[in-house]
């Protein structure tokens, strides 16, 4: 038989150590149990932005180690023009004690290493032209990929159940193509109707894979970031090809009248 205590907050209580210890290992167990089994990465948030010449990281969770960490507003890092790609990055420090917390310093950094590394998370990569400003808003799936002045999650490091997975800007960006497309195979709009219930957070990557590779009647393998962002627009073409050429109903009713 097991105990389960929760602290009960209300006038007359006395605050002891014991609830205080008990509100902090419910929340840290819960964290950890919500995650547990989780690649690191991001979770949810950390979308890039830019701002009076700065690019800027809007607040979010990731997974790093065994720390589940959120990462706050006011993140910012200064952007040098050139014809090279960037990545934007978080990078994590060594945890250590300080007093009465445990400390992890995280940084906000742009590098042109494209590998990335350990205790290293990428948030996107771009290509920033002289005098021109980072969008993340896109007009269509396609433009998810364009090369310059233009925020690309296609490579970010997304936290996934068993493995990293992919940014939840390209899981959403093919949604609302496919939508807007029109399908016709119940496999499309089973996958679409699990990108709609993700609610900000991402799919697992063996999910993913298994949808492009069935779909487009391919043998099941590991594939990278950029070969999912490729087989999902292969999808989409297929849409298109196949919306523009399903015949129109022919009205039965139809009469030839000579006068």
Same mark, same amino acid.
């Given at each position: 038989m097991a105990e389960i205590k929760i602290p009960v907050f209300e006038s007359g209580c006395v605050l002891t150590r014991e609830m205080l210890d008990l509100? $902090?290992?419910?929340?840290?167990?819960?964290?950890?149990?919500?995650?547990?089994? =989780?690649?690191?990465?991001? &979770?949810?948030?950390?979308?890039? =932005?830019?701002?009076?010449?700065?690019?800027?990281?809007?607040?979010?969770?990731?997974?790093?180690?065994?720390?589940?960490? =959120?990462?706050?507003?006011?993140?910012?890092?200064?952007?040098?023009?050139?014809?090279?790609?960037?990545?934007l990055q978080l990078r994590f420090g060594t945890a250590y004690r300080e007093d009465n917390f445990l400390v992890r310093k995280?940084?906000?950094?742009?590098?042109?290493?494209?590998?990335?590394?350990?205790? &290293?998370?990428? &948030?996107c990569r771009f290509r920033l032209q002289g005098g021109a400003l980072l969008r993340n808003q896109y007009r269509d799936y396609q433009d998810l990929n364009t090369e310059y002045d233009t925020v690309n999650e296609i490579?970010? !490091?997304?936290?996934?159940?068993?493995? $990293?997975?992919?940014?939840?800007?390209?899981?959403?960006?093919? +949604?609302?193509? +496919?939508?807007?497309?029109?399908?016709?195979?119940?496999?499309?709009?089973? =996958?679409?109707?699990?990108?709609?219930?993700?609610?900000?957070?991402?799919?697992?990557r063996d999910s993913i894979q298994f949808y492009v590779s069935s779909r487009l009647a391919r043998p099941y393998k590991e594939i990278t970031n950029m070969e999912i962002y490729t087989g999902l627009g292969e999808v989409l073409r297929q849409l298109r090809s196949? !919306?523009?050429?399903v015949p129109g109903r022919q009205r039965d009713d139809r009469r030839i009248i000579v006068d």
């Open positions: 509100m $902090e290992n419910m929340t840290l167990d819960l964290r950890s149990l919500l995650l547990d089994g =989780f690649s690191d990465g991001i &979770v949810s948030g950390c979308g890039a =932005f830019m701002k009076d010449g700065v690019i800027a990281v809007g607040r979010g969770i990731v997974k790093i180690g065994n720390h589940v960490l =959120f990462i706050p507003d006011g993140m910012e890092a200064t952007v040098t023009p050139g014809n090279e790609w960037h990545v995280v940084t906000l950094e742009i590098t042109n290493d494209l590998a990335g590394g350990a205790d &290293v998370i990428e &948030v490579y970010a !490091k997304w936290s996934g159940y068993g493995k $990293e997975t992919i940014s939840t800007k390209v899981l959403e960006g093919f +949604a609302k193509e +496919a939508m807007r497309r029109g399908m016709q195979n119940p496999q499309d709009e089973c =996958f679409v109707q699990m990108i709609l219930n993700l609610n900000g957070r991402s799919m697992t196949t !919306k523009e050429h």
